[in-house]
């Protein structure tokens, strides 16, 4: 085997592509800002930096390890090396981090302290630029971009929009959108995987925080609460709770800290959309029509689809997601009791995504011309917010959600990752539901993280043709293919991050591999502990529809579409 010696360790080479992941491999955490592994190599933040036996200093991102190699990651050349270079960073970069509300998560400041920066001997030259606020998702502030081009490339490779890009030259160059637009009136989907990358507070999620502390301050609003499948193995991460793990419980306590009046689950909701997505792909494959159905829960999807793909939109199913869905049943449900108490139900719902910000303003999604979710806070607020609160998270232990709507079956808990939708329809449609009936849909393919998965399945006799896509540019490599006539299917699913929500764009970052595989067996765990595993068999559910949802059904839960 061949090898390399990192700082007198010998490593051996295993078809690592460059010299950092080799590094990494040795247990040496060298700071980066513009190096992500599902990107291409951009090699601008000289972070990666190393000296070889020869004192040649080189970027590690974008060396190939040759065998034989001997590499030192932190001399005195290279502390000073890297000094400077963060210096010259931070001296372009506008100065209010105790302001800030990255600070504490600003990977900028984080690597200041870790290479000790401790003072900036260059003045600031930069001209003060416009914020763009334009977006209900994200907000563009160029006056904090350290011009590693993350979401530049995000955008582009990952999610196949193409929304932002470098703009003029030298000490002018700026991130923005094409031709002096408003991030608004681009092709953004709001997906919020930009902020996800950036590593400062450059493009950040557009914030609810204080309006949702003012809703719950106001006595005569009732503040409603629903909490997204994918947030709760998240939402422990700054708590220093295994990643990975179902902090629901504990969540939920924080929540009736901070005076939410109601707690519930969104789980619940996903059963109700597989119930009402399941009939549609019945009626539809029944019918032969508007096939492929493609999933509509995921709003970057759905834009990015309307977008750059208009003549597919009748095949969007009509129903609303489950945030959708929820809302507007919550809001029928407190109804007369808003009345009777001169009361008005407010509803926050508590999302990974940022999208999700822009869905609850669509008008296809309104209830009788009204806005059924008021806010969205994605998790990292949420997390702001309990540490406003100042509540131990780590130590509570943790409630449960409030009834009628706290019980979901596993199908549920897995729409929070790539598939679930799609487990949870074949789950709902099929006959039979005894242990080895769901194990083998398990194994399907439907799971894994694979961009595009593919399978057939049998459905009352026929072959059904599905796909599971994960990632925008994925989607638009599909789409291409059914155009082009070279695959044909019946139902689809998309989901605009990669893996799904638990990588959504308000998750916490940064999240390397392991937390992203402990993300995804989280979501798992959760279907795995739950006793009801398909949505039909969901007490809860099954009354909804035997009383409340009478009659109701199109109105509460589907899309408005003329
Ligand atoms: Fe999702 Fe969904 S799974 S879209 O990823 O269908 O955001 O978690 O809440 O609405 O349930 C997100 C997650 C979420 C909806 C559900
Ligand atoms: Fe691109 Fe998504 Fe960011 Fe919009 S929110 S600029 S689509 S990555």
Known sequence: MDYITIDSKKVPIEGEKNVLSLIRKAGIDLPTFCYHSELSIYGACRMCVVEDERGKIFASCSEQPRPGMVIYTNTKRIQKYRKLIMELLLASHCRDCTVCHKNGMCELQSLAYKVGVHDVRFPNTREERPIDMSSPSIVLDPNKCILCGDCVRTCDEIQGVGAINFAFRGSKTQVMPAFDKKISETECVGCGQCAAVCPTAAISIRSNVSVVWDAIEDKNIRVVAQVAPAVRIAVGDHFQIPKGENSFAKLVEALRIMGFDQIYDTNFAADLTVMEESAEFAARLEKGEKLPLFTSCCPGWVKYCENKYPEFAENISTCRSPQGMFSAVIKEYYKESDEKEGKKTVVVSIMPCTAKKGEILRKDNFTDGRQDTDYVLTTTEVIRMIKQMGIQFDKISGESADMPFALAS?????????????????????????????????FTGVRGEEGIKETVVDYQG?????????????????????????????????????????????????AGPRTKQRRMEGIYKVDKSSNIKSSDENPAVVALYQDFLKGKEHRLLHRNLK
């Open 462 to 510: 026929r072959e059904v043709k599905i796909a599971v896509v994960n990632g925008l540019a994925n989607a638009g490599k599909l789409l291409d293919r059914i155009k082009a006539g070279e695959v044909t299917y019946d139902f689809v699913e998309v989901m605009a991050c990669k893996r799904g929500c638990i990588m959504g764009g308000g998750q916490p970052g940064p």
């Open 410 to 442: 596993g199908g549920g808990a897995i729409f929070g990752t790539t598939g679930g939708v799609t487990e949870a329809v074949l789950r709902r449609l099929s006959p039979n539901k005894d242990y080895q009936t769901l194990r083998d849909i398990s």
